[in-house]
């Protein structure tokens, strides 16, 4: 792809001294913004929520040649409908755009729902997944069954996105957690960036219960441990370590 070739798609924007393009896909709002110069084999990263949000590794790796994608899933909480509309984001990218087959996961609080249930539904075109501070069980954030907080208003929204009762949400067998096989399987890498003192999203119920099983799996697993760091800010203050992570499993 050319940056000719994309800008017969959507509109353009301005991002941190680079240039992208917005339009939407399947009814969704999507940004993509273009490297000075694209790595070979058109390699990119995906941010499901909070664009530009703690972005210091994401502008770092489109400098290098990446391409950033971010599709607006807000207040889906992957769910199968946004999982429709990702499989929507990565036809395009990949067929119309030539993309890399194989997409780098930016996952940040409550975008881990939906990065890792869009992993497991598509294991062989995920490349790796990078998550920070990540929701991987709704039961934990938003419901708050466990020992945190929840968020009441999101709880309501989780539900109804869902179409589930609080009843069959208790027994629902399909968030991340649950789920691990068929990445482990797949040999997709984990990068967890996890603040030990998360207030809103427990990492005993979220990120350390991924670590647990998916090294049980035979899972590639790596994490960065902040301690005493809270939900926020995410990422590093030095992104090397994230970047570098994207770079040799990209």
């Not at 027994?171 to 984990?190: C, E, K």
């Not at 350390?208 to 005493?228: C, D, F, M, N």
Request: charged content about 20%; proline content about 9%; glycine content about 10%.
């Amino acid at each position: 792809m050319t940056q000719s070739f994309l800008s017969t798609w959507g509109e353009p924007f301005a991002w941190r001294g680079l240039t992208g393009r917005k339009g939407t896909v399947d009814g969704r709002t999507c940004l993509i913004v273009e490297p000075p110069q694209e790595a070979p084999g058109r390699p990119w990263i995906w941010r499901p929520e909070f664009f530009d949000a703690f972005a210091n590794a994401d502008e770092a790796l489109v400098r290098r040649g990446y391409h950033l994608v971010y599709l607006d899933v807000v207040d889906h909480y992957g769910c199968p409908k946004a999982m429709v509309h990702g499989d929507a984001l990565y036809a395009l990218v990949t067929g119309s755009f030539g993309f890399a087959p194989k997409v780098a996961f930016v996952a940040l609080s409550r975008a881990g729902l939906f990065a890792f249930n869009w992993a497991i539904r598509n294991p062989e075109k995920v490349a790796c997944l990078y998550a920070d501070n990540p929701v991987c069980d709704f039961k934990s954030w938003p419901a708050g069954w466990g020992c945190g907080p929840g968020s009441p208003e999101d709880w309501s929204k989780c539900l109804a996105i869902y179409g589930m009762s609080e009843a069959e949400a208790k027994t629902h067998p399909g968030n991340p957690v649950d789920r691990l096989q068929p990445l482990a399987d797949a040999g997709i890498p984990f990068l967890l960036v996890i603040g030990d003192a998360d207030e809103v999203v427990p990492v005993t119920e979220n990120a350390y219960v991924v670590r647990e099983r998916y090294q049980a799996l035979g899972g590639s697993y790596t994490e960065i441990i902040k301690p005493g760091g809270l939900h926020h800010p995410h990422g590093l203050p030095d992104p090397t370590p994230i970047v570098e992570f994207i770079e040799n499993n990209t």
